[in-house]
Structure formats: structure tokens, C-alpha cells
């Protein structure tokens, strides 16, 4: 079973239309090229898929599909894995039947070989020996086409160093997975796997998501399952973790007033946590009322949507193989957000800093490609784009991004709205505070940690489905209960 659904494909929502092949009937030669050029991932993104039975236009699907002829469905199989012979080295999709509108749609999934470069022949009907000659075929961008000359060259060289989030760990076991931050991945994905999570064991769903392989002794663990599953992926790949030091005293660095704290688990919970604790003790929002205006201003001094993409593309963009983990340092007038190393050399960094850059390869495709199925990431080269665009909505400084020449590091640094230095300054009737729920209830608790749920909803002025809610989401990242139930007490994480 393909573990993405054939509808969420049709949406074009996680998976970009350059990696999709539509094709109205079954074609084998043009079927074949296509899967090479896939399986080749020139561009590292993981693949691509072909559906057969669906017609496209400028390279959308057409509904309602057209169909195959429900007759010729296991000819049309057998001949497919006949002429996945003709490509070299073997290579076999996973393939699926499945009814779509009352059509039978052949859906295959091609991601990235391991074994290539992959070459197939132009013709795989032709009985002519030029027709057999094999070619390794690419898809640069929503175009297939021959690799030849540098591209060729590029090919080779890809397939001599896959890429680190793929690779498989050796001191890894499938004890190290914890089942339930897989469960959770596939329904928050709605992932197909998600209805087998009660029939199948957890081995079966690893190699299904490609994060396993199997062997003649069991399966083999790769680094993207230990990123997203394990329950300490830093104990196998060092400075797999989120470092946050937050710096009290404008001497930063050269005073001993500061808090630091670790946020470890699956990536896509570090930066969850991490993102928790920011909004929790730091985000505020003001709403300043105008005189000329009955629609009052309302701003943050760090817009959350700016941090999110700053520190997801931090962790999205981090070379693995390094021990230096993401640093998320807080000043008093600014925030730096770090990963090591920087980008690739040849992108340009004028370009990026004003959102132009796309990236032609991915560092950690598969570390991609999973939070984009959450959500968490867009992947397709917005990132920077995405903060430019919250940080001038909010009224926000610019951002800086920093990179040294050898891009050993990089470095997004943004600053608070300036409207907050300005409000303080001047207090009178025509400004009004809205902290966030998150901030009230530390400030309550601050106040007398021995406060109960009902003390809190009259402090706070949140209902207790909201308040209970929000501590659900700080316990354990920013407040612990500590003692008994009923005598117990509140305690502040730092």
C-alpha cells in the first residue's frame, strides 16, 4: 500500500506538481522513462509518482479520470514489471489498483533508488537494437529528459554519496522507533497507513514510509526514521537537538544572567517545544486604539509565524553529520537563529536574503518531504519568502541573514517591532496590553504557584476548556506539577 492516499496527491497540497506524471492510458515506454527518471531523483527530492488512468492539463489532473479498462488491469500489471527489467539496475515501483470515482486508476510510487544510476531504453516495444540502446533519463524540472555531458557527470556523482538523512544508521534497532510518534505522524498525515496502525506491526509500517530497510535478519533503521520516530535521536546522530539560551542582561554573552534549556525527541517535537516555550515567556501583542480609526492596531514584538519558519527551516537545512546543534539565542533586542553549515556555496546570497533563491538540491530531502506532510515545512524554497512577508505584515524590522564565505554557519536574526520600545515609553489611556493566555497563566502562577484551576480562571479571565487547553500544551515544556494531587503545587521550568 502507498502510504500517500491518491487523493491527497490529486490536491497538490504535499506533493509538488513537477513530481507527478498523469497519464490518460497505459504507455509502457513512456511509463518506463518516467520511472527511471524518478528513481535517478536528480534533483533530491525523493522521487516522484505516475497515475495512470488520469488524463492532465498544463500538468493537473482532469476529473472526473478517464480510466483503465477494468479487463486489461492484470496485463497492464504483468507487462509493467516485465519491462522494469529493461531498466538498469533493476528497479520496481510499488504499485497499487485503486478505485477512484468509480475508475480504475493504476498509482505508482517511485521514490529514490539507492542503487543507481538507473538507465532505460527509448522504445521497450522496439525490436530495433538503437531503440535498446539505454539512456539515463531526468527530471531537472517538470520535463523528462537525457542526462548528458555535466548532468551526466552530476548523476554519477550524486549516486557516490547519498544523502545523509537516507542513509541507513548501523547502531540503530528497531527498538530505538517509538510507536507511538510514528502512530501520531501517520493520522496527523492522514497518511492510508493510518488505517493499518491496529493490523500491521511496526516493521511493516517503517518500510512502507521508506525510513526502514528490510534484510535477510530483520530491517535496518535509516537516519530519517531516527530523526522522526526515535524517542532520543541525538544518541545516535550528536547535535540532533534544539539548544535554547535566552540572555537576561543586555552584556548578552559577557553575563552570567541567563537560562538555557535542551529540547530533544523527534524533530517535529523539538521545534514544537521549542516553539511552545518562546510563545509562552517571550510573545506578547499590543493593541495600540488610534484616534482617526475605530479599527485599533494590533501588532507582536515577534510575529510566531516568522520564528516558526525561521527555526523549521534551521532544522530542515542542518547537516546532521555535524555535532552542532540548532541554537536559538535570545537577546534583549533581538533573536539568532543558527545552524551549521550555512547554504551551498553556489547559492547566492543577495538572492536569498531577498527571498529569490531556489534551491536546485536539498540537504535533507526526506527530513523535507516528512514535515511538509505535517505542515511544517513548504519546502519548496519560501522559507525566507514566508518570514519577509510575516515580518512587513506585523511592521516588523527587517530580518538579517548572516552567512561566512566558506558558509560554515548561517545565522536569520530578527528583531522586536519597534512600536513595543516606543508603547513602553509613553503610558496613557489610548494603549492597551493583550497578553497572550500562555503569559497570564505563568504571571498567575509566578504569583502564587499553590493557585487551583478555578483560582486561575478568575485570574486569568480564560475559560476553564480554553485554560485547561493551554496548560496541557506548557506542561512538562514551560510548568510541572509537582506533589500530590490535591496539596501539590505549580513549578516554572527554566
Known sequence: ??????????????????????????????????????????????????????????????????GLDENQLDKIQQELFQYCNFIMPRYIPQTEIIRYQDKSILYLWCSAGDDGPYSAPKDVLSKDKTDQHKEYWIKPSSVKTIAKGSELSELFEKFNSVPFDDRVNRQAKITDIRRGHLEDFLVESNSSLASEINKKPMEDLLVALEVANVTDVGIDIRNIGL??????????????????????????????????????????????????????????????????????????????DALEEALVNAVFHKSYRIQEPVEIRIYVDRIKIINYPGPEKWIDMAAL????????????????????????????????????????????????????????YFIATIYPHEGFEVVNEVVNEDVNEDVNWQTKILLAIKENPNITIKQLVTKTGISKSSLEREMKKMRDVVIKRTGPPKTGHWEIIE
Open 353 to 408: 536574503k531577498a527571498g529569490r533563491a531556489v534551491a536546485r538540491r536539498y540537504r535533507n530531502r526526506r527530513i523535507g518531504e516528512f514535515l511538509k506532510e505535517i505542515d511544517l515545512s513548504e519546502k519548496k524554497s519560501t522559507g525566507i519568502t514566508k518570514i519577509l512577508r510575516t515580518l512587513k505584515t506585523n511592521g516588523s524590522p527587517l530580518p538579517e541573514f548572516e552567512a561566512d564565505d566558506e558558509r560554515n
Open 227 to 304: 530523526l522522526m520516530f526515535a524517542e532520543r535521536p541525538e544518541k545516535f546522530l550528536p547535535g540532533a537537538q534544539i539548544e535554547l539560551i535566552r540572555f537576561n542582561s543586555p552584556d548578552a554573552e559577557g553575563s552570567d544572567d541567563f537560562t538555557e534549556k535542551i529540547f530533544t525527541g523527534p524533530i517535529q517535537k523539538q521545534v514544537r517545544d521549542a516553539l511552545s516555550y518562546v510563545k509562552a515567556v517571550l510573545i506578547e501583542e499590543k493593541v495600540v486604539k488610534l484616534p482617526d480609526r475605530a479599527e485599533a492596531n494590533r501588532f507582536f514584538n515577534y510575529p510566531y
Open 1 to 66: 500500500m502507498i502510504p500517500l492516499k491518491l487523493e491527497t496527491l490529486l490536491e497538490g497540497r504535499v506533493v509538488e506538481h513537477d513530481r507527478v506524471e498523469y497519464k490518460c492510458g497505459w504507455n509502457p515506454s513512456e511509463t518506463i522513462a518516467t520511472i527511471c527518471a524518478y528513481a535517478n531523483d536528480f534533483s533530491n527530492t525523493n522521487g516522484g509518482y505516475i497515475v495512470v488512468g488520469i488524463e492532465a492539463q498544463d500538468g493537473r489532473p482532469v476529473l472526473p479520470p478517464a
